[in-house]
């Protein structure tokens, strides 16, 4: 692997649309379940454990076999039940396929894909390997939410980055678990959800302020 | 892959390299696109004011269109929806995720993507007005998201917000002070601004205005008229 | 302890529902219940032993043919228990619906008392023009006991596509389950609606009427404990165009 292009892959600055989106913290700070560190450091295992091993396991079968590409979608479109976050995959994968576009030269695949899809090919043509994909996505989708809740909360950004820090082992754990099931069939890769996402992302895209898209 | 860009050495992983003629910032569709003018400055200089001045003088003799990216999400449109000066299938509203100057300089791919879906919705535009959500003296937008930006100041901020500087005041293509009208009751002389504007400004373009007394913005609207024109 | 249980339900050609079998073992007995009305068949599990304990390998199939109209409750919540040192007690329930028929699962709650391990497999297929109501609550530990583990896995599938997939954990090995993501709370309720309308939106503070990508719609609940959840999927499961008459 080229681990250079792995990190612009994984950097949070890539201009990706993901600065607009808390990863379906901002409902739950807004609700209060999360107020500080601690409830954050709940939020991101309980978040890294679920739709983190669907993502990282949907990047790296995607980027295995990007002929794939729209049957995975299809698989996600099954494991996330609420419309709104359906749309905010979808918004991201749109985001990455054009910062990936100027990068490398991607396979045609369709406009909107879900976010985990559109990784998983962005790093197939960056000659990533698929658990490169893997811990790409893990890594973006916990740090992304980290991001947002330095901004909305306030949070200390080293007890924050402390706290990434004493989850990295968690993510390269839940990253290698997701990659070796790349090849598996669409129906049997990992299906964990979080209904509080779901729930909360529901109430977030009927509020009439917000700060972030998802 | 471009074998033109470098030589592959045997030990590089293998990989691609973007297709010629590949543009992140034009629209899937291809063809013409529309002028995009950015318009950003502090909170409460007027911005929003000054895009539905624009959408009145300019609506009816160009298709035009607009994207918000007010740090609350719809605050911007529902303005310019409550003052009826665009339809609401004109307006797109982009969540900045608490960094305006993010969403419009940094990673600017939902202005990029909101600019596409009313370019594909509405079909051929001739200008796209993106404003940005209220920051600071040093927010300016990227050049891969707009063709020409417009900074506005306003008078009550003080007249040496000029000399000042900043990104915004100094190198934007056309810098608005607005609310004149105000200048006599905040204690703002506008030859000192207008001075201070052109010596950080060099050859670029300030006008004055006030809303109040001036509702198509006509200064502002000429320039844009002039840009459009040109580009035909 | 292993048991096995089915139930086939077949449209008797005059608008009714026959059971052609209706067979269980302890601990999934299984009763039809009420009197035969409005063409419904209507059938209460009766659990007939403690459990599942570890190590239980339980099965129960549902078909439900053309024309035929189930629906499926249980007197009690079941309750996981850990038992002797074993594998997981797993209960797998695999449901058919064809086009014309209608199922609707409504059982009691599930309880994962603390120190069980618990899988429940779930496998429902519908028929183009079936239509389906799964209902499935879970409460993590009996009064302020710590979880059991349990792993729900649940995939329904409308007119040979996968409509809903989805997999939760809880208890200890479940990273995060009661935090601010996946449950924040200690109950959790879940109603997938096929060929049923619900009406899409915010339904209560924690829970949500969701659309799904496909034909269907999924609400959830969580709550500190059942009620909250009961409160908010109960009335969408007792719709009176979906309940069997009395």
Redesign the interface.
């Known amino acids: 692997m080229s681990l250079a292009s792995l990190l612009l892959l994984a950097d949070g600055r890539l201009p990706s649309g993901g600065h607009a989106h808390s990863g379906g913290l901002e409902p739950q700070i807004a609700n209060g379940r999360v107020r500080n560190v601690d409830g954050l450091a709940g939020f991101l295992r309980g978040k890294l454990a679920t739709t983190g091993l669907v993502s990282a396991a949907f990047a790296a079968a995607a980027c295995a076999d990007v002929t794939r590409s729209a049957e995975l979608d299809g698989g996600l479109d099954a494991r996330t039940p609420s419309p709104a976050l359906r749309k905010a995959s979808r918004a991201q994968g749109r985001a990455l396929l054009r910062a990936g576009r100027a990068m490398w030269s991607l396979p045609p695949i369709g406009r909107e894909p879900h976010q985990p899809v559109a990784l998983g090919v962005l790093a197939a043509a960056a000659g990533l390997t698929p658990a490169d994909a893997s811990i790409a996505a893990a890594h973006g989708l916990v740090t992304g939410s980290a991001s947002a809740g330095v901004r909305l909360l306030g949070l200390d950004p080293y007890a924050v980055h402390a706290l990434l820090a004493r989850l990295a082992p968690e993510c390269d754990r839940i990253a290698a678990a997701a990659a070796a099931r790349a090849g598996d069939p669409v129906d049997d890769l990992p299906a964990a959800g979080a209904p509080l996402l779901d729930i909360g992302a529901e109430h977030h895209a009927t509020w009439e302020v917000r700060l972030f898209a998802s | 892959m471009h074998p033109e860009l470098h030589e592959h050495d045997p030990d590089e992983v293998p990989h691609t390299h973007p297709e010629p003629g590949v543009d992140p910032h034009q629209p899937l569709h291809g063809g013409p696109r529309a002028l995009r003018i950015g318009i950003g400055g502090p909170v409460g200089s007027g911005k929003t004011a000054l895009v539905a001045a624009l959408c009145r003088a300019l609506g009816e003799e160009l298709r035009l269109a607009v994207v918000t990216n007010d740090i609350y999400t719809t605050e911007d449109a529902d303005f310019l929806l409550r003052n009826g000066v665009l339809p609401e299938e004109r307006i797109r509203a982009v969540e900045t995720g608490c960094c305006p100057h993010t969403a419009i300089r940094d990673d600017i791919s939902a202005n990029l993507d909101a600019v596409e879906d009313l370019e594909e919705k509405l079909g051929p535009l001739d200008l796209v007005l993106v404003e940005s959500g209220g920051d600071n003296l040093t927010a300016t937008f990227s050049k891969g998201l707009i063709d020409q930006q417009i900074f506005v100041v306003d008078v009550s901020g003080g007249d040496k917000v000029p000399r000042k500087g900043g990104p915004g005041v100094t190198t934007a293509d056309l810098l608005v002070i607005n609310k004149t009208d105000l200048a006599p009751m905040v204690g703002a002389d506008l030859s000192v601004m207008d001075r201070d504007a052109r010596a950080r400004r060099h050859d670029l373009p300030t006008v004055f205005l006030s809303l109040a007394e001036d509702k198509q913005a006509t200064p502002v609207a000429d320039w844009i008229r002039g840009l459009v024109a040109a580009r035909v | 302890m292993r048991a096995e249980a089915r139930i086939v339900a077949a449209g008797d050609g005059r608008g009714g529902t026959r059971l052609a079998v209706l067979r269980g073992e302890s601990p999934l007995l299984l009763r039809r219940t009420g009197r035969p009305a409005d063409g419904w068949a209507t059938v209460h599990l009766v659990g007939g032993a403690a459990g599942p304990l570890r190590g239980d390998e339980l099965r129960l199939d549902i078909e439900v043919g053309p024309g035929a109209r189930l629906e499926m409750r249980s007197v009690a919540a079941s309750l996981a228990l850990p038992g002797r040192p074993a594998p997981p007690s797993r209960l797998t329930i695999t449901a058919t619906v064809a086009g014309g028929g209608v199922l609707h699962w409504l059982p009691e709650p599930l309880i994962a008392a603390d120190g069980c391990d618990h899988i429940a497999v779930t496998r429902v297929d519908v028929g183009e023009g079936g239509r389906l109501l799964w209902r499935d609550d879970l409460v993590c530990g009996r009064h302020e006991e710590p979880s059991g583990s349990v792993r729900q896995?649940t995939?329904i599938r409308y007119g040979g596509?996968?409509?809903?997939?989805?997999?939760?954990?809880v208890g200890p090995g479940?990273?995060?389950?009661?935090?601010?993501?996946?449950?924040?709370g200690r109950a959790?309720g879940?109603l997938v609606a096929v060929g049923v309308g619900l009406p899409a939106?915010?339904a209560g503070?924690?829970?949500?009427v969701?659309?799904?990508?496909?034909p269907g719609m999924?609400a959830?609940?969580?709550g500190a404990d059942i009620r909250t959840v009961a409160g908010a999927l109960d009335p969408l499961c007792e719709q009176p165009t979906l309940a069997p008459a009395v």
């Open positions: 896995d995939m596509f996968t409509l809903y997939r989805h997999e939760l954990a479940a990273p995060g389950w009661d935090g601010a993501a996946v449950l924040g959790v879940t939106g915010p503070p924690d829970a949500a969701m659309p799904l990508a496909g999924l959830t609940a969580v």
